[in-house]
């Protein structure tokens, strides 16, 4: 069904990464060396939290045998350039660098689909430990870019172990997680479920731009899906999580090069469980993408295959930073093009 992979290879250098993204002490943009020290973290502001700091879960029921839970596991914020385009594409990872102004608050989703089949858990959220001094300088390079160009609100509280077990749920009960992708506000959680069989991209694993390998649990051994041709609209391929052919994990490409997401089918509708596909519904509406992708024009593509599916069947678009994304969950309201 799928392959394992040999464990973790021993990790090299981000060096590289951090000369793509040009994001070095300091930039030249238009002519004008930026300073980024005055860019970190701690000096620019950003709205106050919400004062409900841990946001409750929502669960819906969908059939009696089925339940899908929203966790949200804390806040990040990032550059308005991170977040949309800002010019031509070719200097979208410079306007990133140079840019000091914030977004507001994200927030961090999750997925828990308690199927009979067992428990499916799509991404794994962030982890406290990012409030910790030195939690990214296990890879100085890329820890240098989350330090300096994201920022985390996340307690333990709102971790996804904590939030699954008060919901009732086992943690080593889950029987499968799919990861859409490896950066660290999607694999935060991922201790928290021994017992799982995880699938992550295979494009992505062990060393993608953003990721922190060095934060994967112990003999971290992850699977990839197969992906086979299948009657998906504007997708066309796809692999099944469970025996159920109804929980797909489907090839979404471009945010990073493996990125995937899940698609639950139901009766009457869909849900597409959609990772960093597009920050929000609207983006993927109007086939905008962030400014941190991979590959441009395969971030594209993703955003015109999605709306292909949208407009072949009812569907609930779910992207995990979209605060609207809730409102959609809990109310069914479907993606309108």
């Given at each position: 069904m799928a392959s394992n992979v040999a464990p973790q290879?021993?990790?090299?250098?981000?060096?590289?990464?951090?000369?793509?993204?040009?994001?070095?002490?300091?930039?030249?943009?238009?002519?004008?060396?930026?300073?980024?020290?005055?860019?970190?973290?701690?000096?620019?502001?950003?709205?106050?939290?919400?004062?409900?700091?841990?946001?409750?879960?929502?669960?819906?029921?969908?059939?009696?045998?089925?339940?899908?839970?929203?966790?949200?596991?804390?806040?990040?914020?990032?550059?308005?350039?991170?977040?949309?385009?800002?010019?031509?594409?070719?200097?979208?990872?410079?306007?990133?660098?140079?840019?000091?102004?914030?977004?507001?608050?994200?927030?961090?989703?999750?997925?828990?689909?308690?199927?009979?089949?067992?428990?499916?858990?799509?991404?794994?959220?962030?982890?406290?430990?990012?409030?910790?001094?030195?939690?990214?300088?296990?890879?100085?390079?890329?820890?240098?870019?989350?330090?300096?160009?994201?920022r985390f609100a996340v307690t333990s509280a709102d971790e996804i172990g904590a939030q699954v077990q008060a919901l009732g749920i086992d943690p080593a009960d889950v029987r499968t997680i799919v990861q859409t992708h490896l950066h660290s506000d999607h694999v935060g959680g991922l201790a928290s479920f021994p017992n799982a069989q995880t699938y992550i991209p295979r494009e992505d694993y062990p060393m993608s731009n953003g990721v922190l390998s060095c934060h994967f649990p112990p003999n971290f051994a992850p699977q990839f899906a197969s992906f086979e041709a299948m009657d998906i609209p504007g997708i066309g391929r796809g692999f099944y999580a469970l025996r159920d052919p109804d929980v797909i994990i489907i090839p979404t490409p471009g945010h990073?090069?493996?990125?995937?997401?899940?698609?639950?089918?139901?009766?009457?509708?869909?849900?597409?469980?959609?990772?960093?596909?597009?920050?929000?519904?609207?983006?993927?509406?109007?086939?905008?993408?962030?400014?941190?992708?991979?590959?441009?024009?395969?971030?594209?593509?993703?955003?015109?295959?999605?709306?292909?599916?949208?407009?072949?069947n009812p569907t609930i678009y779910l992207p995990t930073h979209d605060p609207d994304s809730r409102r959609r969950f809990a109310e069914g309201v479907i993606t309108q093009l």
């Open positions: 290879s021993k990790r090299v250098t981000r060096r590289s990464f951090l000369n793509v993204l040009g994001l070095g002490a300091a930039t030249v943009v238009g002519g004008v060396v930026v300073n980024r020290a005055n860019q970190t973290q701690l000096s620019a502001p950003l709205p106050i939290l919400p004062n409900v700091v841990q946001v409750p879960p929502i669960t819906i029921e969908p059939a009696a045998s089925l339940r899908v839970h929203l966790i949200q596991t804390g806040f990040v914020a990032v550059k308005q350039a991170h977040r949309a385009i800002n010019g031509p594409d070719a200097t979208r990872l410079m306007a990133i660098a140079a840019d000091n102004r914030w977004t507001d608050w994200m927030p961090i989703y999750c997925w828990v689909i308690e199927h009979p089949e067992g428990v499916v858990v799509v991404d794994t959220g962030e982890t406290s430990k990012v409030n910790e001094e030195d939690y990214f300088q296990c890879d100085p390079v890329t820890g240098w870019v989350y330090e300096n160009n994201l990073s090069m493996g990125h995937q997401s899940v698609l639950l089918k139901h009766e009457d509708r869909h849900y597409v469980f959609a990772g960093d596909t597009s920050f929000d519904e609207v983006q993927m509406r109007e086939g905008l993408i962030g400014g941190i992708v991979a590959d441009v024009g395969l971030a594209r593509t993703t955003l015109e295959s999605l709306r292909t599916l949208v407009r072949a």
